[in-house]
């Protein structure tokens, strides 16, 4: 029926000239072929995005060392996680307002404001002197930086409704290839008068800064990405013609009566788009605390049951990670989530990712070279696993609202997915902290418990894909 009405629409040429989101359809109707174009520019924004969460990641143990706020070792981990949600807590307090903004003056806009956030507060973060100061640049940051919402609602209004899943996987793909090359980044930048004494002196700006460089590349990078925008095409209908756009919204004029009430209902009662967002905030809070523990578990030493890795060593198992998830999101997982459906894939993968993540225990025995291949291929497919989930669980959320309430609806899934990612980097912190002071426990001890219960966080995640919890929407 979607598909006739915007024949009909064509033929009579009721598009609204001077709407730029008519414009977009019109453009979307006569394209052949993959939209790459229209996935790239989603790619490269969310990218100058995710790099700014996950960057800190590396270094954050030794720049909780180097403020002198920890009174012991094992209380690194503590204060660490508080830092790594300061910037999920300040984006969950502002996603609803950034979606409203969205949905009201378009996407282009807020995506704007998001990318020129980057370049101002995460440039600050590097200049942190003490944890207070770094605490308040990542939440302010988060609470500026509105654009992850919209982008999504972007995502699926600038393709071809078939290559929907294309665009919301490519920002899947920027984000999980942001949370790999952001730590890699970080990894191999961060203190680098010590690393690199031959370019940088312990008197230069980045030896008395040593977390400067990698914030200060982003940010550049961000900064392009900022001036780029003002020359994408805005996807946002303008204009109030109840013929048009409210048919091209609930399926066409004959039935705007019988599904006008659907199209203004309360999204807080769309149950699919709902139970599909606390799915989604479940898997979120594991994938946090995940990424929080796993470089702080690898950077600790040995006798504290980790791997005693430098930040290069993280860079390099992340960034390794992050192009086998770059090529797997943009080849593979089009064709699975085609074959399989977004539900069906998540529940998978989510009850395979159970024993693989309780091998790291085991991991942690190894030693050398065997301890590189074996690691680098359990971070590549869990880092895998859990893009793909989330990238199923957009697609479940972007189709459960119509594009008037996406940017609303995106809003409210950001909001409640950042609180609980907000707890996670503060949870796993502490969770890791505690498991670190108890090595000689009976029961699960050391990381063995921190595994598990990361383990019981995935496990409730996976029951809630089943019916009558978890549904998707149907359209008539």
């Known amino acids: 029926m979607g598909e006739e009405l915007v024949e009909k629409l064509l033929k009579k040429n009721e598009y609204i000239e001077g709407c730029p989101g008519c414009k977009v359809d019109q ?25 700014t969460i996950s960057s800190l990641f590396p270094f954050l143990y030794f720049m909780i060392r180097d403020f002198h706020i920890a009174k012991r070792e094992e209380d690194i981990g503590y204060y660490a996680g508080f830092i790594g949600s300061s910037y999920m807590f300040g984006r969950a307090l502002t996603s609803v ?83 790999i090359i952001g730590p890699a980044l ?43 925008c003002f020359w994408i095409p805005e996807t946002l209908h303008t204009h109030k013609s109840r013929d048009s756009y409210d048919g091209l ?3 066409g004029k004959e039935e705007t009566e019988g599904q006008e009430s659907n199209c203004k209902e309360n999204l807080l009662k769309n149950w699919p788009l709902m139970s599909s967002i606390i799915v989604y905030c479940i898997f979120s809070l594991h994938d946090m605390a995940y990424t929080e523990i796993f470089s702080l578990w690898a950077e600790s030493p040995r006798r504290l049951g980790g ?34 459906g977004p539900i069906r894939l998540s529940r998978i ?11 790291y225990h085991y991991i942690a025995m190894l030693s050398g070279v065997t301890l590189s291949i074996v690691l680098n291929c359990a971070s590549l497919v869990k880092n895998v696993m859990s893009i793909s989930i989330v990238t199923g669980l957009f697609i479940l959320q972007n189709r459960a609202v119509d594009q008037h309430q996406r940017g609303a609806a995106n809003g409210i899934a950001m909001t409640l997915m950042s609180l609980f990612k907000a707890v996670g980097p503060a949870g796993g912190g502490m969770l890791f902290s505690w498991g670190q002071k108890r090595q000689h426990a009976n029961f699960l001890p050391g990381d063995q418990m921190v595994f598990f219960i990361l ?6 995640a996976v029951v809630l894909t089943f019916k009558p919890f978890l549904v998707e929407r149907r359209n008539n």
């Open 186 to 228: 970080g990894g191999f930048l961060a203190q680098p008068a010590e690393k690199y004494p031959g370019i940088f002196t312990q008197d230069s700006l980045f030896g008395r800064f040593p977390y400067l460089l990698p914030c200060l590349i982003i940010s550049l990078f961000a900064a392009v990405v900022t001036v780029a």
């Open 27 to 51: 453009y979307k109707q006569f394209q052949r072929g993959l939209p790459i174009k229209q996935v790239l520019i989603v790619w490269i924004i969310v990218l100058s995005t995710a790099l």
């Open 455 to 460: 383990n019981v966080i995935e496990a409730i």
């Open 97 to 179: 307002f950034w979606g409203a903004i969205s949905d009201r003056y378009g996407r282009k806009p807020v995506i704007i404001i998001g990318c020129a956030t980057v370049v101002v507060f995460n440039t600050l973060f590097g200049f942190s002197v003490n944890f207070w100061m770094a605490i308040t640049t990542r939440f302010l940051l988060g609470c500026f930086n509105g654009l992850l919402g919209p982008i999504k609602a972007y995502a699926c209004e600038t393709v071809r409704e078939e290559h929907q899943s294309l665009g919301l996987s490519a920002v899947s793909t920027a984000w999980g290839t942001g949370l």
């Open 349 to 359: 993968l989510g009850i395979i990712s159970i024993p693989l993540l309780t091998s």
């Open 249 to 251: 919204e609930c399926g």
């Open 307 to 340: 791997l005693s890795y430098t930040t290069q060593d993280v860079g390099t198992v992340l960034a390794i990670s992050g192009f086998g998830l770059l090529v797997f999101q943009s080849s593979i997982y089009p064709v699975v989530e085609k074959i399989t």
